[in-house]
Structure formats: structure tokens, C-alpha cells
């Protein structure tokens, strides 16, 4: 396991991130949106081509929108609705957590991935921010560890009908169950990309030594043996598995993530998972 | 924090066995990880290799140092103005005025006002006047027992002088500690460094200055010999014989002091008789006794030839004389008359009438005499004619003519020797009247070695002196307390209060009793005493320097310390979470 070298893993060079937006596509999801006049589908009747649904005519209706035809063969008077077409709003969900930077790759490719959501946000015409859990809004650049190190949702006010992409990787004591029903509820889409170092999800050495929580301070004293790791690897999938299975259940896309370079991750971790698409 | 406060000091050794704890306690090398929850905690056993680490200085360890710190600072009694504690040397006269009931009080006032000048942390020592000079508590003891010595000190002596105890102080009191004297007379020269404290309340008293039996043909009569010093109270004297009360006489005495002799009958066969006059300022020379006094014979035991002992005219000499016996063994005699030296028993006088080797020669009067020793007192030597033969003896040389020495004196490892070099059947030594006086003093030298009591009537710091035969004894004191204990049959103790004292054997069996009473004119006038507070004229710079109550200090490094200790109890267990 090495230690805490943040050099290890520099932000994503500019050209680098965009070459990687314009490459992938965030796949929003097939349900209808909410936001500003846009170009995805959204919720009810809008001003867009497509047809929508009809109803009975009302006074002041719009008389270009009756549909004639069929009152030629009904008598009745009913107006053609057609769909909304809105910008999708992506609000990306930071742990901004110690545990999130407790090597530097892992806060590198953390830095990475915010910006490469907000960056295909912005490609698909969409509107992103950036929330810290138990937080306000954040850019990526602020990211450094320095949040509440337990699953609470962010300060701020979530839009209703956004696609939210939560980046964390759930090392909490607590369980994650109460936090993404709170987000999961009136959301577009969910997305949990779960972030992990490679030295977390397959960790080495051999020997006694003491191992300092990052978060808490705690100390123990173990022998990282064979019979550790597996019991380490045992606890570890279990986490892992519970929080698919809670994104799954909620409808949500999980993605198991390991730090590295932004384009490894796209191809490696991110589009097995449906979480984005080539563009 | 000095080798006054060693449990300050002790409490010090905990900084450096914390550093050491520390220094040498296991550890391991750390990892910073995220989810260290979903390692196993296994217990890792302690491996080889380097023991000593390099000091981590965590919270914990500070917080253990200052605890350790406080806690020494706390047990060495730490104060901001006052690194050393207070020391005062109380000096008490332990006088029998000072027992006298308006001064005691003020004594004992006087006494609790010292006991709550003194902080906590400060020190005190009481030394107790006397012939010998005491120390009654500490040195350097807590305040609290100042009080306790203050209720139950009860002052007996005679007139002493009180520079021996006030030197004792001065040692006692070093260069910081402060001295105060307690008595209830002026001090002559009391010095610059000591505060002198008058606790005396003039008052009238009354004595019993003598107690004597005088033997009648009928009945014997009581003399009691009563001296008033100022104005005393008329009363009535009680007579008890073995705890009765058989007779009570009213006494008054002239006005303005004076003596009073009483002659009171005494019923047939009273043996126990006591004495006591109406109670006044002064108790302890209220009470006299009056016990059986066992007649101490000396036992002679006469190993002369026949020859010898009617040339020596022993049965003229000895027919004169009481106060003696013959005893046939010479093992239990005090006495052993002698033809040839031999070894003396313990405590024995040995006398040998034997002239030395050579010609006989007479010597004539005057004589060298050595008049101190008790075997001549008394005796002239005038006109004698001694006959004795031309060797020498040795011994410490008691009379001598010229060069030759005519009696000596042997000291042996256990008795003594009396050797005589004479020729009795010439010269006219045995029968001059210096004879008899020889052997008159003989038995007064010898009687104190007789077995018993050697005095049955003492005086308040006399010696009580009781010889045995080797068994074990045990002094009980007036109030029923084994004051002393001889195992070799020969007990010796000052008697320091008045009362009846008991000497008993191991097995509790009453062997003797002794009546010591009060005499002393000096103490026993309570008119000359006074009240008075001397200040010292010039203090030692430690004792003028302002001191601080340690109390407050000490609350609150106790405080501290506690605050200190849940600190690192909770870091720990925090820790450990």
C-alpha cells in the first residue's frame, strides 16, 4: 500500500479533458427531465415537434393547436399538445471526505471526474454544478479532503428532476441507505461512482503495523498476513455490494471506480457501467 | 520540593519513568488509511529487534508528564511564596507551675493559637524542659498534632533551668525555624531569636512539705508539714489510710503564707496513709503518702577462721551494730569477710583481712585517708597503730602511710574488693573506736545492694531503684501504665509524676510499692508568675518573610491534577475508539 503521495496523481491536463468530453457522452438517462427550455425531452406539454397527447379545447386556446380533423369526424373541439424540450441540470455530489484524498491519486482522479462531468454536462447543453456532501457548492479545484467524514446529504437545496452523480467512496461507519434515498428522491437520474484507490481495493504488505483512520484517528494494531487481507477484501466487497445493491434498488447507476488516469477510468470503469458513451 | 517533602521527590521519579515508558514501549510502523474499520484488529505479539523508539510526543504523553509533574508538586506541599515550610520550635516549661489551673489554660490557649497559625504543609516540634531536655513531639510533626500534645500535657517537673531545652530548640530550629517558650516565668536571658510567651496566673497555693510517721508507744502519730504561699482558702485536711478516711482536720494558715505543723494520730496497724489538703490553683503538691518501709538488712556472711575473726574482735564489733544478719551463704550475702581473695559475687563487697608478704612493719598515725570514699567517713585514725606487712596491694589506695598502702579498694567486674593489709594480732587498730566505724559504713555501703526497694518515699525526679535477684520486673505507674521494664532484676526509673508506683514481677505479682510525691517551694509558689508575650528582637530572614497559606495552592493543583488525569483519559480512550 503506498503512502500518501499526492504528487502521484496530477489534475488531467486541459487538452487531456477536453479530448475525454469530447469523446464520451454522460448518458442522462431515457426519463423525461426537468429544466430550462433545452433540448431533452422533458415533463408535460411543451413547445416542441413532438406530439404530446390531446385534450378538450379550452377558451383561449391557442386555435392553431385544434386538431380539425378530428373534429371532422367527432364534433368535438380538442387541441394537439406537443412535448417540452428542457436543459437537463447535472448536480454532481462530491465526498469531499479525508478519506477521498488519503493518496493523491485518489484526489487527482476525484478532481478528474468532477470535471469531466461538468464538462459533459456543458457539452450536451446541460447545466452542472458541483455540491459537497454535508456541504454548499464547490469547484473541483477546492476539493482537498477537508468535509465531514460521515454520509450526510449537501446543505444546499437539490433541483427536483436533475440528473445527480454522487463521487464518493462510502468509507463511512454509518450506512449509506439514508443518504441516497435523499437523493434518489426526486431525481432524474442517479448516478454513485464509487471511487476507490488501488491501493484500497487491493491492498498490500506483510507485518505487524498500525494503521491511523484517516477520517477519525483510530489506531489498530493488526498483522497484515493473508488471513487480514482476505478478511479486509471480505468487509471491502461487502460495502461494495451493499451500496450497488441500494443504487440498483433506487434505479440508479452504480459504477465501481479506481483511481487513475481520466481516459483509463472513461474506458475501463465508466462505460461498462452505462455511465457514459462514446460521443 | 526538597528531602523535607521526600514524597515530592519520590513522585518526581514518575517524570522520567514516563519518558522511559515512552521511550521503550512497543511500536509499529503506521499507515494512514481510509476505512481502517474494515481491517482486523489482531493483537501483535511484541517481535525482536529494537527495543528503544524515538519519543512520539502525543497529547497523551505530555498530559501524563504534567500530571506527574503536579502530583510531586502537590505532595511536596508547592506554594508560590513559600518553597520551605514553616518549622516551630515550641519550647514548653515543663514545670509544676505551669500545670496550676489558671496557667494551664492559658498554656493551652496559647498552644492552640500556634496550632492555627500554621499552614498544612508547615511544620512544628515541641521540646519538653526538664533536668534532660526532650523532644515530646515531631520533629518536624503536622500541626494537628500540636493539639493534641496541648490536652494531654500534664507538667510535673522541679524547678530546672530552661537553657538546656532552649539550646535544644536552637538546634532543633536550625536557621530558618522560628522558637516560642512557653513558661510562666521572666526569662533571664531569653535571647534575640526566640519568643518568650508568659502563660502564669498568680494565684494562692498550699503544699504538703513534709509527711512523716512518729512512732508512739500506744499509737503512732501523723506530722504533716503544710507551707502556704499567699493568700489560700480555708479548708480541711483529709487523712485516708488504705483508702478510708479516717480523720479531717480543719487547716488554716496565717495570711499572706506562712507554715502549719500538724500532729494527727494514727489508728493501730495503718500502713497505706494519705495525705491530701482542699483543692487549690495547684494540684500536684496537694497529695502525700505514706507507705510500709520493709526493714533492708545486710547479709554478712563470715568465712574467717576462728582465729582471725576473735584477733579482728568481729563479735564486739558486729554486737554493736543492726541493720545486719549472718548468712552462711556466701552467694547470697552482701557482705563476705575473708582470710584469702577470692572472686566476689555480683554486687558483693568482698573484705580480706590478710597482711601482705614480708616482714611486718607498724605504722603509726597520721595516716593518708581518702575521705571521700563512705568506707572513712567518720573515721580519725587517731593513735592507731597498724601493723602490716611489706608487700604492696593493688586498688585504688584508701588509707595509706608513706609508701605502703594499708587499704585498698579492687573494683572487679562484678563487685568490689576491701583488701585490708593488717596484722591484727599486733597493733591497736581493732581496738580503737575507728573500728566499728569501718564496719558501720561497711553495711551502709553494702546496704543498696540489698534485694528490695532501695527507697519507698521518692521526690518527683528521683530515681526508683529496685533490685532483684535476676528475675524479670515491670514498673506500673500511678495511672496503671508500664512505665519500665528490667530484665536483668535491676530496675531504674526517674519517676516524673506523683502517685503510687507498683513494681511487679512478670507474673503480675506485686513486689513492692513506691510513694512519690511533690515537693518543690519554687514551683509550689504560684505568686511570682506572669503574663507576658516577648517578640522576638531580630527574626531570621526566612521566618520574617511573608508566608502563604499552602492550602489554597494545594486544592488546586489537586484539581489541576484530576483535570489532567480525565484529560488523558479521555485522549486514550478516544484513541481507542
Known amino acids: 500500500m503506498p503512502d500518501d503521495t499526492r504528487a502521484s496523481g496530477e489534475p488531467p491536463a486541459a487538452c487531456d479533458l477536453a479530448e475525454v468530453c469530447a469523446a464520451w457522452r454522460l448518458q442522462l438517462g431515457r426519463r423525461r427531465h426537468r429544466g430550462r427550455i433545452g433540448a431533452r425531452r422533458g415533463f408535460g406539454p411543451g413547445s416542441s415537434l413532438e406530439f404530446h397527447d390531446f385534450r378538450d379545447y379550452a377558451p383561449g386556446d391557442d386555435l392553431r393547436h385544434v386538431d380539425w380533423s378530428g373534429y371532422a369526424r367527432s364534433d368535438q373541439l380538442r387541441v394537439r399538445l406537443h412535448e417540452a424540450e428542457v436543459a437537463p441540470l447535472v448536480e454532481v455530489l462530491v465526498d469531499d471526505s479525508p478519506s477521498m484524498a488519503v493518496t493523491g491519486r485518489k484526489l487527482a482522479a476525484l478532481r478528474a471526474l468532477v470535471q469531466a462531468l461538468c464538462g459533459w454536462a456543458r457539452a450536451d447543453g446541460a447545466r452542472s454544478r458541483v455540491l459537497a456532501l454535508g456541504g454548499g457548492e464547490i469547484t473541483a479545484e477546492e476539493l482537498a479532503g477537508r468535509g465531514p467524514a460521515a454520509p450526510s446529504p449537501p446543505a444546499a437545496a437539490l433541483h427536483a428532476g436533475s440528473v445527480r452523480v454522487l463521487v464518493t467512496d462510502a468509507l463511512w461507519r454509518e450506512g449509506p441507505a439514508a443518504l441516497l434515498a435523499r437523493l434518489t428522491g426526486n431525481a432524474a437520474r442517479l448516478v454513485c461512482l464509487h471511487l476507490l484507490d488501488a491501493t484500497e481495493r487491493e491492498p498490500v504488505g506483510s507485518g505487524p503495523v498500525t494503521l491511523v483512520d484517516c477520517e477519525d484517528g483510530t489506531r489498530i494494531e493488526t498483522r497484515l498476513d493473508r488471513a487480514a487481507l482476505a478478511i479486509y477484501a471480505q468487509r471491502l466487497a461487502r460495502l461494495c455490494d451493499g451500496l450497488r445493491s441500494l443504487v440498483h434498488g433506487s434505479g440508479g447507476v452504480f459504477a465501481a471506480v479506481t483511481a487513475d488516469a481520466l481516459p483509463v477510468m472513461c474506458v475501463r470503469d465508466l462505460l461498462p457501467a452505462g455511465v457514459v458513451e462514446p460521443a | 520540593m526538597t528531602f523535607a517533602a521526600p514524597f515530592g521527590l519520590l513522585a518526581l521519579l514518575a517524570v522520567p519513568a514516563i519518558v522511559a515508558l515512552h521511550l521503550f514501549r512497543r511500536r509499529l510502523a503506521e499507515r494512514r488509511v481510509a476505512g481502517a474499520f474494515l481491517f482486523p484488529a489482531t493483537p501483535v505479539a511484541s517481535d525482536g529487534g529494537r527495543r528503544r523508539a524515538s519519543l512520539v510526543r502525543s497529547p497523551s504523553f505530555w498530559l501524563e508528564l504534567l500530571a506527574a509533574l503536579l502530583l510531586s508538586l502537590w505532595l511536596s506541599g508547592f506554594t508560590f511564596g513559600d518553597l520551605l ?54 520533629p518536624r510533626a503536622r500541626p494537628d498534632g500540636l493539639r493534641a500534645f496541648a490536652a494531654n500535657w500534664q507538667p510535673n517537673a522541679t524547678a530546672h533551668a530552661l537553657q538546656p531545652a532552649i539550646d535544644l ?57 503544710v507551707v502556704g504561699y499567699g493568700e489560700v482558702a480555708r479548708g480541711e485536711l483529709a487523712v485516708s489510710v488504705d483508702g478510708r478516711e479516717v480523720a479531717r482536720t480543719p487547716l488554716s494558715l496565717p495570711a499572706g503564707g506562712g507554715e502549719r505543723r500538724l500532729e494527727l494520730p494514727l489508728p493501730r496497724g495503718a500502713e497505706r496513709v494519705r495525705v491530701a489538703l482542699p483543692p487549690d490553683a495547684l494540684a500536684v503538691d496537694d497529695v502525700a503518702w505514706l507507705l510500709p518501709e520493709p526493714p533492708r538488712t545486710v547479709a554478712v556472711c563470715d568465712r574467717l577462721p576462728t582465729a582471725r575473726r576473735e584477733a579482728l574482735q568481729l563479735h564486739r564489733v558486729f554486737a554493736a551494730l543492726s541493720g545486719w544478719r549472718d548468712e552462711p551463704d556466701p552467694a547470697k550475702a552482701q557482705v563476705v569477710l575473708r582470710e584469702r581473695a577470692q572472686s566476689p559475687a555480683r554486687d558483693q563487697i568482698e573484705v580480706v583481712f590478710a597482711a601482705s608478704p614480708g616482714a611486718v612493719r607498724g605504722h603509726t598515725a597520721p595516716f593518708v585517708v581518702d575521705r571521700s570514699h563512705p568506707l572513712l567517713a567518720g573515721a580519725t585514725f587517731d593513735g592507731v597503730a597498724w601493723q602490716a606487712g611489706g608487700g604492696a596491694i593493688d586498688g585504688r589506695v584508701l588509707v595509706a602511710k608513706g609508701a605502703q598502702v594499708l587499704l585498698a579498694e579492687q573494683v572487679t567486674a562484678r563487685g568490689r574488693r576491701l583488701r585490708f593489709d593488717l596484722d591484727p594480732s599486733r597493733g591497736n587498730l581493732v581496738r580503737a573506736p575507728d573500728w566499728p566505724i569501718l564496719f558501720a559504713n561497711l553495711l551502709e555501703l553494702a546496704r543498696p545492694n540489698v534485694p528490695g526497694c532501695r527507697a519507698h518515699h521518692l521526690r518527683v525526679g528521683d530515681e526508683l531503684v529496685y533490685r532483684a535477684r535476676g528475675e524479670p520486673l515491670l514498673l506500673v505507674g500511678p495511672d496503671d501504665a508500664v512505665l519500665a521494664e528490667a530484665r536483668t532484676g535491676e530496675l531504674a526509673q526517674v519517676v516524673r509524676s506523683p502517685g503510687i508506683y507498683s513494681v511487679r514481677a512478670a507474673n503480675g505479682e506485686q513486689l513492692a510499692e513506691v510513694a512519690v510525691r511533690f515537693v518543690d517551694q519554687r514551683e509550689s509558689d504560684l505568686r511570682g508568675v506572669r503574663r507576658f508575650d516577648r517578640a522576638p528582637r531580630a527574626l531570621s530572614t526566612r521566618a520574617a518573610a511573608e508566608r502563604l497559606d499552602p492550602a489554597p495552592m494545594r486544592r488546586l493543583l489537586a484539581v489541576l491534577l484530576v483535570l489532567v488525569v480525565l484529560a488523558d483519559w479521555w485522549v486514550l480512550r478516544r484513541g481507542q475508539a
Open chain 2, 85 to 138: 515550610p514553616r518549622h516551630v520550635v515550641v519550647l514548653v516549661d515543663d514545670s509544676a507551675s505551669m500545670g496550676a489551673n489558671g496557667t494551664r489554660a492559658v498554656a493551652a490557649t496559647e498552644l492552640g493559637a500556634i496550632a492555627d497559625g500554621l499552614g498544612v504543609a508547615d511544620e512544628v516540634t515541641v521540646v519538653r524542659s526538664g533536668t534532660v531536655a526532650e523532644v515530646a513531639l515531631g
Open chain 2, 169 to 225: 530548640a536552637r538546634d532543633l530550629a536550625g536557621s530558618h525555624g522560628e522558637i516560642v517558650v512557653l513558661t510562666d516565668r521572666e526569662l533571664a536571658d531569653p535571647g534575640e531569636d526566640l519568643r518568650a510567651i508568659g502563660c502564669g496566673v498568680a494565684a494562692g497555693n498550699a503544699a504538703i512539705t513534709a509527711l512523716q510517721r512518729l512512732p508512739g508507744e500506744a499509737a503512732d502519730r501523723l506530722q504533716v508539714r
